[in-house]
């Protein structure tokens, strides 16, 4: 099928498109193996003496001791604990923001947007230290309550994109069938735009995981601050890169994990009719009546003159 925005690529944009392809990719994989060449390069220190590589062996011996994984372990859960809390009241606030701000009444939209706007507008680390210092929470519900804010401002707003992006018909029909306006919010209109906004909200909550980091600031005993800043204190500077790498692969990994589990969450509350198409079937055509259309030729073959 051809598309109506651009023409189709011809033999010789085809060929320049995979040429191009093929020169990125060669690109992306030397620099990838300078790196991994430049990292593993012996090191000559300030003083003049000589340090081994990144890949040297005994850059990783540390990861022999159990209480090295047991730390890590610890600081992983600590990270997914504050990431869960504050992902389940981010949901439940950013539900309560996109009613606000679709509200009909203006003492209730107003005041909805103006707080959106200025949570939107600070920084989540100057929000933790804020509570922290006003209200005196403790370094985790401090980080749990700023990152509920901010993430569940972000999720009512993808909320209520997602409500005015819906046909006036779902609302109008909910309101027909004596639903309050409310009811119908919540019972035909929210359905629909969670499932629509869904990837939105899934790439909004990897943001959260990822932020959880910015506790290390406030002296919570998250993933960073244990496995990165404790480890590398205890056993000197020598294994940060060590540490620095492992921690990636531990936030990765969750990420990943958190992606993969939102794809098998919309698969099974999508639609499994395969969507509804709006192309009409033209009624099939209804046999002509052979006497109508041929009488003579009819009439000849029964005798008749």
Known sequence: ?????????????????????????????????????????PKTSANGAVQPGLWDVSRWDVFADREVWRTLGRGALNTLRMAGVAAAFALVLGVLFSFGRVSDTKWIRIPTTVLLEFVRGMPVLLMMLFILLVFSTGSFWAGVAALSVYNGAIIGEALRAGIKSLPRGQREAGLAIGLTPVATRFRIEFPQAFRQMLPIIVAQLVVLLKDTSLAFVVGYEELLRSGLYNLTNFFGSRYSFSFFLVVLAIYLTMNLLLSWLARVIARRTGSKSGGVTTETKAPPEKPLDPELVYPAALGNQMGTP
């Open 1 to 41: 099928m051809t598309s109506v925005l651009y023409d189709a690529p011809g033999p010789k944009a085809i060929f320049r498109s995979r040429l191009f392809s093929v020169v990125a990719g060669l690109l992306i994989a030397a620099g990838l193996v300078w790196l991994i060449l430049a990292l593993g390069a």
